[in-house]
């Protein structure tokens, strides 16, 4: 599996001065251009560490590998757990280590998009480091953005973390198994995310067994007739 890794002075930071953030941001357009170009269409997947993000990129590529040539780029800091799970079911993984940032950014996107034939690829899964903050102020050119938040974050992870949401396209409440032991209502969850945006699209997972699935396929926009 190959690694790509931010050269020394490469990496953008949330705290970094507005002219590196219109960097990221034309960096991320010339990766769109590139997909467009490709016809690779990229979702970027977002959510908190241990909210179900693997598990759910796992069941999308069991679901749409046999319509569509995917591929992913797994975001972590420094391991390759996360991509050897989905390497393990089918996908060309990309590892992406940011090193200590806590998202990935255009710029390495880029350096993963140079080792894929995307020429050879119809969708590309981009798994964001765990986290509900900082990604939110760095596109990576993705066509699409997903949110992933589990019951087991509680009630009020939706509303303690809007901003996230207002470039999202799809919420993927997952866990949802375990919303009762949680004393956790999903409707209220999707209540609180529709009032952040009225068109978001909330579909209810549960990444283990792969209920909901079909419906995030279908929110997703990925046709697998």
């Given at each position: ?7 020394e002075?490469?990496t953008?930071d949330?705290e970094?001065e507005?002219?590196l953030l219109?960097?990221?941001?034309d960096?991320?357009?010339?990766n769109?251009?590139r997909?467009d170009e490709?016809g690779?269409h ?9 909210s ?15 319509a569509h040539?995917?591929?992913a780029i797994?975001?972590d800091?420094?391991?390759?757990i996360d991509?050897?799970?989905i390497q393990d079911?089918g996908a060309?993984?990309i590892?992406a ?5 806590c ?11 140079d080792?894929l ?5 119809d ?6 480091v765990?986290n509900?903050?900082?990604p ?5 050119g993705?066509?699409q953005?997903m949110?992933?938040v589990s ?7 939706i509303?303690?973390?809007?901003y996230?949401?207002?470039?999202s396209s799809v919420l993927?409440v ?6 009762d ?7 209220q969850?999707k209540k609180d ?12 997972t549960?990444?283990r067994?792969?209920e909901g699935?079909?419906?995030l396929i279908q929110?997703?926009?990925i046709?697998?007739s």
């Amino acid at each position: 599996m190959k690694t790509v890794q931010p050269a020394e002075g490469e990496t953008f930071d949330i705290e970094l001065e507005e002219n590196l953030l219109k960097q990221n941001e034309d960096l991320a357009k010339t990766n769109r251009k590139r997909l467009d170009e490709q016809g690779v269409h990229a979702i970027d997947i977002l959510g908190s560490i241990g909210s179900g993000k693997t598990t759910l990129v796992q069941q999308l590529v069991k679901h749409v590998g046999t319509a569509h040539r995917v591929a992913a780029i797994a975001g972590d800091l420094t391991t390759t757990i996360d991509a050897d799970r989905i390497q393990d079911v089918g996908a060309q993984v990309i590892q992406a280590n940011t090193g200590k940032e806590c998202h990935l950014d255009a710029n390495l996107v880029r350096k993963a998009l140079d080792e894929l034939d995307l020429d050879q690829l119809d969708l590309l899964l981009i798994e964001n480091v765990g986290n509900l903050i900082c990604p939110g102020e760095f596109p990576v050119g993705a066509h699409q953005r997903m949110v992933v938040v589990s019951t087991t974050e509680g009630p009020y992870m939706i509303l303690k973390h809007p901003y996230i949401l207002m470039e999202s396209s799809v919420l993927a409440v997952n866990k949802i198994d375990l919303a009762d032991a949680m004393e956790v209502s999903l409707e209220q969850l999707k209540k609180d995310a529709l009032s952040v945006k009225s068109n978001l699209k909330v579909v209810f997972t549960n990444g283990r067994t792969g209920e909901g699935i079909p419906e995030l396929i279908q929110a997703l926009n990925i046709e697998i007739s």
